[in-house]
């Protein structure tokens, strides 16, 4: 039996029927309940997609494997320069600080935080940026304590 994809933030390819359209930014999980579905956004909070409690059960392992994994949520280093786009509207310079969010078509828009009197501030604005870009970004690891109550990513 062919293995389903890891647990983690997706753009469908195909629609499931009329609850999810193809082009969505889903969470797939795999041992939900009654089984493996995808998770739509129902708002975002810090920038971050915050899911639907309730699922749409995936139709077999095939819908699966079409599934696009995208890069996590969370804050990244810019390794190298790079322009958003091929206009060049905006030039994110090697060692920046981002934050990696998505809209619900699951194009990827990156915020720049900025230190502020009170500490380190997050945009509720970004830029989007062609998603091939992505791969001049280093994902930082920082640790995220689950608040009372709280499920996790699903």
Not at 51 to 73: F, K
Not at 74 to 87: D, S
Not at 91 to 117: C, H, K, M, N
Not at 133 to 146: F, M, S
Request: glycine share 10%; aromatic share 8%; charged share 30%.
């Amino acid at each position: 039996m062919p293995a389903l994809p890891r647990c983690g933030i997706y753009r469908t390819t195909k629609p499931l029927g009329d609850e999810v359209a193809a082009g969505r930014l889903v969470f797939f999980h795999d041992h939900g309940d009654p089984g493996p579905g995808v998770y739509l956004p129902v708002r975002w909070k810090l920038n971050r997609a915050v899911w639907s409690e309730r699922g749409n059960t995936i139709p077999d392992d095939e819908w699966a494997r079409s599934l696009r994994a995208l890069p996590r949520e969370g804050l990244y280093r810019v390794r190298e320069p790079f322009h958003c786009c091929q206009k060049e509207c905006r030039l994110f310079e090697a060692g920046l600080l981002v934050q990696l969010g998505y809209d619900g078509e699951a194009r990827p828009i990156l915020f720049v935080p900025e230190w502020t009197s009170s500490g380190l501030a997050i945009p509720t604005s970004g830029t989007l940026v062609d998603e091939e870009r992505l791969a001049k970004l280093d994902e930082l690891k920082v640790p995220e304590p689950r608040e009372k109550g709280e499920t996790g990513s699903h």
